[in-house]
């Protein structure tokens, strides 16, 4: 059974609650989840950011921000905000950098560049594992959103460190199989980690979310009762089938609440029951 740690405080009622999700294992819908998810809150006259901490810009990409070579991203505000690196600052500011939708959303982007980042700050005597906090509190993000919602990469290096020593809670979805067990019990060793360092408190466990379960098949019931029970008491949420209607929203890079069709009434319901839940978590 996962340990729990000491949760962050809940941040002030006008400060943004940031939420992650994490695996460490890809092809989860993590990315998905991060999307509709977003959407999901600014359906609900939230005000959203969304950080992409993924080198691969999946979560960019969804909102039909294209890779380029002379994009400025996430990894250009990062270094930018350690004064050690002040050689390699560039000229990019906030504003250069951050995208607005008409979704009531926001975004700031990823790129390849990202990948480099643990290399980059490998030097630096200020703590490497809290850049990204440092980043969300200078620029005073928390109160200009009401939540802000980050997509982590499917790995367990200096960049998962930073989104768990930032973020209020993690959600954690997974697709119940052995495989996408390992990965949950990794990255908790992760956040165990983080807690035997006393630099910051550990995010909330806000649940697990199973992901493109597949219901004609009794060994994924099998391997999800399982989990399950390897999870203990925490959070599971309702179960996402692997429904053509979420291949037909990411093929055109919506959401599932772009879509007026009962088809998307089901999954609509379930994601905001996640903010629901979420955000009592968090309050």
């Known amino acids: 059974m996962f340990s729990f740690f000491k949760a962050n405080p809940a941040p002030a009622a006008n400060q943004a609650r940031i939420i992650a999700l994490m695996n460490q294992k890809g092809g989860v819908g993590k990315t998905t989840m991060a999307f509709n998810l977003a959407h999901a809150f600014a359906h609900q006259g939230k005000k959203v950011l969304c950080i992409d901490m993924d080198p691969q810009a999946n979560f960019s990409s969804l909102f039909d921000i294209p890779a380029s070579d002379d994009r400025k991203n996430i990894h250009h505000l990062l270094i930018n905000s350690v004064k050690e690196l002040k050689a390699l600052h560039t000229s990019t500011f906030l504003n250069d950098v951050i995208i607005k939708t008409d979704e009531n959303i926001d975004l700031i982007p990823s790129g390849q560049e990202l990948s480099g980042f643990e290399l980059t700050v490998a030097g630096i005597n200020a703590p490497r594992q809290l850049i990204l906090k440092k980043f969300i509190e200078k620029f ?65 466990n806000l649940g697990y979310i199973p992901n ?68 009592k978590e968090l309050n």
């Open 140 to 204: 005073e993000l928390r109160s200009q959103y009401d939540v802000i919602i980050i997509d982590g990469p499917p790995t367990l290096g200096l960049l998962v460190v930073n989104i768990l020593c930032a973020t209020d809670g993690v959600l954690y979805p997974f697709v119940p199989d052995r495989f996408s067990e390992q990965g949950l019990k990794n990255i908790q060793q992760v956040v165990a980690d983080i807690a035997e360092m006393e630099i910051t408190s550990t995010p909330k």
């Open 212 to 279: 493109l379960f597949d219901t004609r098949r009794k060994q994924a019931s099998t391997d999800l009762e399982h989990i399950k029970e390897t999870l203990g008491e925490a959070t599971m949420h309702e179960a996402f089938t692997n429904k053509v209607q979420f291949g037909k929203s990411l093929a055109q890079r919506k959401s599932v609440f772009h879509f007026k069709s009962n088809d998307f009434k089901d999954l609509q319901r379930q994601f905001v029951s996640m903010t629901e839940a979420v955000s």
